[in-house]
């Protein structure tokens, strides 16, 4: 087996709220590295770690984390709909191995992502079927969350029995990182509101409509400084990175809920998805990272980053 890493940034509102030409031209410089990588290490397969917006996972079940036997997208903020290309001879044996290893995975047959799965397989690869893939959802809004030593745990048992499958593998974090959009929360939500997180009742396109716009304009508020979200904060950003690019990987086990989201915010939790990835590279040995671009952009509501890391020697 061959391993590689790609950590990826998302937003809803790349493209639709884009900031200065010279900010989005430096993030294009970066995404375009990440896609020359990808290129030059030509993956067999992708384990792709995302988050859901309560899209998919809903608080009638909600794991803290899933792997994909099957996946569709649902197409949400203009992202491509239809089903994800998942290996499912690789996916089955993916969740046999990380089973035997001990972490409790709840596997699904026919998962449903939003564009925090999609977008990176655009970004990437240009297309949702364009590259075989093994979905892992990993719950970074819903609450209650657990300890992040779980989440660790997780990614080195999908990195060992990754092992296995003797395939060139990119590990792919998609999400993060500090930032606090506006995700509904249960805790005092209204009744409809609440129906709908527990429930999942599909909204009509004119719902669908108008908690897309909500969010659009929620990203002008907060490039205007006029929001009340909490702040970007590329000071907790880089400690994240240089965790990853340092390999401290045991350090994010003293890391705490409560810390996470007064430092990053209320979604800076889909930092979870790289804490998985990363795990699942050092399963095979000590890596280094090749690349790490980082910017602020408030207009996306996000502290933008793109990573890219290989096991240690093979740059």
């Excluded at 896609?35 to 996972?57: I, M, Q, S, T």
């Excluded at 608080?59 to 649902?74: D, S």
């Excluded at 990195?159 to 930032?179: M, P, T, V």
Aim: some cysteine; charged content about 20%; aromatic content about 8%.
């Amino acid at each position: 087996m061959t391993t590689a890493l790609v950590g990826l940034s998302h937003s809803p509102l790349i493209g639709k709220n884009d900031p200065d030409p010279e900010v989005l031209a430096r993030i294009d410089a970066a995404v375009d590295g990440a896609r020359a990588f990808v290129r030059d290490f030509d993956p067999e397969l992708v384990v792709l770690y995302a988050p859901d917006h309560y899209n998919g996972f809903f608080y009638k079940e909600m794991p803290p984390f899933c792997l994909a036997t099957g996946a569709h997208a649902v197409g949400d903020f203009g992202s491509q709909s239809g089903p994800l290309s998942v290996d499912t001879e690789a996916a089955q044996a993916l969740a046999r191995g990380v089973l035997d290893r001990g972490i409790d995975l709840t596997v699904s047959a026919r998962m449903i992502v939003d564009h925090g799965f999609v977008q990176p397989l655009e970004v990437l690869f240009g297309g949702i079927d364009a590259v075989p893939v093994v979905p892992i959802f990993v719950n970074g809004v819903a609450t209650p969350l657990g300890p992040l030593h779980r989440i660790r745990a997780l990614g080195t048992a999908v990195g060992e029995a990754a092992a296995q499958l003797d395939k060139r593998i990119l590990f792919l974090g998609s999400g993060g990182l500090s930032h606090d959009p506006p995700v509904p929360v249960l805790h005092g939500a209204p009744p409809r509101v609440a129906d709908a997180l527990i429930e999942g009742h599909p909204p009509t396109p004119e719902q669908r409509a108008k908690g897309e716009e909500r969010v659009l304009q929620a990203g002008r508020d907060y490039a205007a400084g006029v929001a009340t979200m909490i702040p970007i904060n590329p000071g907790w950003d880089n400690l994240v990175l240089d965790t990853f690019e340092n390999g401290a990987l045991p350090d994010i086990d003293d890391w705490t809920v409560e810390w996470m989201g007064a430092e990053g915010g209320g979604s800076a939790h889909e930092v979870r998805t790289w804490i998985a990835a990363y795990a699942s590279l050092a399963a095979a040995g000590p890596y280094e990272m090749t690349s790490r671009f980082y910017e602020p952009v408030p207009e996306w509501i996000a502290g933008f980053s793109v990573t890219t890391a290989t096991p240690r020697g093979l740059r």
